[in-house]
């Protein structure tokens, strides 16, 4: 037997055990886009060509459990996002609905496929070959800057919230848009803690460096990064920097790596800094990303590409940098107009694996990053939700705590 069939059959007994679980899925927006969220028109059941996600490909790529975004663009704000987050909340329930027999709604740790801690009296969760969908919202814009929104999300089943997109939240800076705060203001400290209260996971991917430790300084819980790579191997905003990667330590948080080419290839980065610069100076707005796509299109050079290898950097780099514990994957799949060569959709989270096996990652290690780290991180979220249930709900407003 070949050393390429031996990781194979490696990875396959592997995932066989430990299913990945993803951190980020963009379909229910593309989903928007191209289907008015009519999941007939876009119809997963069988193998598509104008998506990166369907339920065959996800089963090939050993997918037991996925975090569906249900983000909304940033230049919604106040009530339009809000009602755009509701829509896109409904699409995803709407999507878990139209399959029964694949997907099935996850809102508690407890409920995840199986794996290293898996709690040995949930046997009928642990032995349920469906894909646990977990909801994610995307943006600080998508509570319309209220606690009472907040909470009704986490009622309507989303499990974490990023905190700003692109723009900046009215409350938190974000990593692609002009720094107004420094970081969280008073309020933003607030929507943090009353997240810690509820179990919902505190998501700093697209927030900038400054909100990254303003966070991590005032969460009780552990954070995550959904959808992010090391910045000491790509220097884009959108990556986290070191300092604040061995804080997670402390924390106990995860960053989950992702394959967007733009954060995964140094090349590809300084392609989107030009790019947006070009169409900021063309009167575009650059944190747009359709807006950006339509104006790099005709006006932008070709994006440099990226590899399976690019990624593997960023693994490996975050695993040296922090430790096995706090690594997992985000793929961003529909989420990006480019993924790296060899990561094209969502069936090729075996071959990523198969390349760690022949450089040496040991199975432990392989599970950890797999799905063994991002249950652990939400078990110890909802441990500490379930330490405060004693306190009340924050009745904060905006308007009192910032002015």
């Given at each position: 037997?070949d050393?390429?069939?031996?990781?194979?059959?490696?990875?396959?007994?592997?995932?066989?055990r430990?299913?990945?679980?993803?951190?980020?899925?963009?379909?229910?927006?593309?989903a928007?886009?191209?289907?008015?969220?009519?999941?007939?028109?876009?119809?997963?059941?069988?193998?598509?060509?104008?998506?990166?996600?369907?339920?065959?490909?996800?089963?090939?790529?050993?997918?037991?459990?996925?975090?569906?975004?249900?983000?909304?663009?940033?230049?919604?704000?106040?009530?339009?996002?809000?009602?755009?987050?509701?829509?896109?909340?409904?699409?995803?329930?709407?999507?878990?609905?139209?399959h029964?027999?694949?997907?099935?709604?996850?809102?508690?740790?407890?409920?995840?496929?199986?794996?290293?801690?898996?709690?040995?009296?949930?046997?009928?969760?642990a032995?349920?070959?469906?894909?646990?969908s977990?909801?994610?919202?995307?943006?600080?814009?998508?509570i319309?800057?209220?606690?009472?929104?907040?909470?009704?999300?986490?009622?309507?089943?989303?499990?974490?919230?990023?905190?700003?997109?692109?723009?900046?939240?009215?409350w938190?800076d974000?990593?692609?848009?002009?720094?107004?705060?420094?970081?969280?203001?008073?309020?933003?400290?607030?929507?943090?803690?009353?997240?810690?209260?509820l179990?919902?996971?505190?998501?700093?991917?697209h927030?900038?460096?400054?909100?990254?430790?303003?966070?991590?300084?005032?969460?009780?819980?552990?954070?995550?990064?959904?959808?992010?790579?090391?910045?000491?191997?790509?220097?884009?905003?959108?990556?986290?920097?070191?300092?604040?990667?061995?804080?997670?330590?402390?924390?106990?948080?995860?960053?989950?790596?992702?394959?967007v080419?733009?954060?995964?290839?140094?090349?590809?980065?300084?392609?989107?800094?030009?790019?947006?610069?070009?169409?900021?100076?063309?009167?575009?707005?650059?944190?747009?990303?359709?807006?950006?796509?339509?104006?790099?299109?005709?006006?932008?050079?070709?994006k440099?590409?990226?590899?399976?290898?690019?990624?593997?950097?960023?693994?490996?780099?975050?695993?040296?940098?922090?430790?096995?514990?706090?690594?997992?994957?985000?793929?961003?799949?529909?989420?990006?107009?480019?993924?790296?060569?060899?990561?094209?959709d969502?069936s090729?989270?075996?071959?990523?694996?198969?390349?760690?096996?022949?450089?040496?990652?040991p199975?432990?290690?392989?599970?950890?990053?797999?799905?063994d780290?991002?249950?652990?991180?939400?078990?110890?979220?909802?441990?500490q939700?379930?330490?405060?249930?004693?306190?009340?709900?924050?009745?904060?407003?905006?308007q009192?705590?910032?002015?």
């Amino acid at each position: 037997m070949d050393t390429d069939q031996r990781a194979r059959e490696r990875v396959a007994q592997l995932l066989a055990r430990r299913p990945v679980i993803d951190g980020h899925n963009d379909l229910a927006w593309h989903a928007r886009l191209e289907a008015g969220d009519d999941w007939d028109r876009l119809d997963v059941s069988t193998r598509r060509s104008d998506t990166h996600t369907d339920l065959p490909r996800l089963r090939e790529g050993g997918v037991g459990g996925q975090f569906w975004s249900v983000y909304v663009p940033g230049t919604l704000t106040d009530e339009a996002a809000v009602i755009a987050t509701l829509e896109q909340i409904d699409a995803v329930h709407r999507l878990i609905a139209a399959h029964p027999q694949d997907l099935r709604l996850v809102t508690h740790p407890a409920q995840l496929p199986a794996g290293r801690g898996q709690r040995p009296d949930d046997r009928e969760s642990a032995h349920d070959a469906r894909i646990a969908s977990m909801l994610g919202a995307e943006g600080g814009h998508s509570i319309g800057s209220s606690l009472g929104a907040l909470r009704m999300l986490h009622r309507l089943g989303v499990r974490y919230l990023t905190l700003t997109h692109n723009h900046n939240a009215a409350w938190a800076d974000a990593a692609t848009d002009v720094p107004r705060l420094g970081g969280l203001s008073r309020f933003g400290e607030e929507v943090v803690a009353e997240m810690n209260r509820l179990g919902m996971l505190v998501d700093l991917s697209h927030v900038s460096a400054d909100t990254m430790r303003h966070a991590l300084d005032v969460s009780s819980a552990p954070v995550i990064f959904s959808h992010s790579s090391a910045r000491a191997v790509c220097d884009s905003p959108r990556n986290v920097p070191d300092d604040v990667l061995r804080r997670l330590r402390d924390n106990g948080g995860i960053c989950m790596v992702t394959f967007v080419t733009e954060f995964v290839s140094p090349a590809a980065a300084r392609w989107r800094s030009d790019a947006m610069a070009g169409a900021l100076a063309a009167g575009v707005d650059p944190l747009d990303l359709q807006a950006l796509k339509t104006w790099a299109k005709d006006n932008a050079p070709t994006k440099p590409a990226a590899t399976l290898d690019d990624v593997v950097q960023h693994l490996e780099h975050v695993r040296e940098v922090v430790g096995i514990d706090h690594i997992g994957l985000g793929g961003d799949y529909d989420g990006t107009d480019s993924l790296p060569r060899g990561l094209e959709d969502v069936s090729c989270y075996p071959r990523l694996l198969q390349v760690l096996v022949q450089r040496g990652w040991p199975e432990e290690d392989l599970a950890k990053l797999a799905g063994d780290n991002i249950e652990r991180v939400w078990t110890a979220a909802q441990d500490q939700a379930d330490r405060m249930s004693d306190r009340s709900p924050s009745l904060a407003r905006i308007q009192e705590l910032d002015g």
